[in-house]
């Protein structure tokens, strides 16, 4: 079983940029690579110089989605202290968001720089607050209806490409998933297509799950945690309706 952390974290030593991941993991584990201009609000968040108890540092990446124009919905574990408690207020580290784009270093989009978390009270979900507005990205829309058993969502994530590479991938990954539980605060899903063991893994804490409907994205639940990737598995969410009032409530209050 994959740990909170362990998503989102990866050791680097002071003077190197070496990504080490704790398991082998995957990015949307056996998803295809996104189109150019499909699901602009999809985030990539890029974490430099985290303080581990040693004195050392390590960077790290989770994935997120924008949920209005200066904030960022993904795993409320992405943002932590030395000591792996969780964190609200200035951002502990610097952090950017990139978005608007599929490749992470190609043209066209944005990176803007997170200022602020903010913690949801109810799971694993926080808010990043960006430096200033994103024009011209239109944010996903939060889910206003519970998830149902057996109902079909789309994973979008910026996680490893496979279980040897422990770095986040060059190029936005997806692949769709099934709600298997849906308790208070969380969402069991698990793999559909193209793979029964398509998924989330390492640096995809945060990731969008999502309703496509006719009035656009929805999103459902954010990436938590899970077993080792690939599975075929439940990979467990944190469920966006139980933490929604928080949400705009926070969102309103900036």
Known sequence: MRSLPALALSAVTVGAVLFVGGAPAQAVANGVPVDEGQYQFSTKLTMTGIPTPDGATRDSACSGALVAPQWILTAGHCF???????????????????????????????????VEVAQSPVNDISLAKLERPVEGIEPVRLATSAPTAGEVLRLTGWGALD??????AEQ????????????????????KEPSPSTGACLFD????YFRETAEGAEV???????????????????????????????????
């Open 80 to 114: 932590h202290d030395v000591d792996g408690n969780l964190v609200s207020g200035p951002v502990p580290y610097d952090t950017v968001a990139t978005l608007g784009r599929v490749h992470a270093t190609g043209e066209g989009g944005v990176d803007v720089p997170v």
């Open 163 to 168: 279980g040897v590479s422990a770095q986040p």
């Open 172 to 191: 936005l990954q997806t692949g769709l998933v099934e709600v298997a539980s849906v308790a208070d605060a969380t969402v069991g899903v698990s793999g």
């Open 205 to 208: 804490s945060g990731a969008p």
């Open 220 to 254: 459902v639940s954010t990436e938590s945690t899970g077993p080792d990737c690939p599975h075929d598995l439940e990979e467990t969410t944190a469920r966006v309706d139980a933490a929604a009032d928080w949400i705009r409530a926070t969102i309103k209050g900036s």
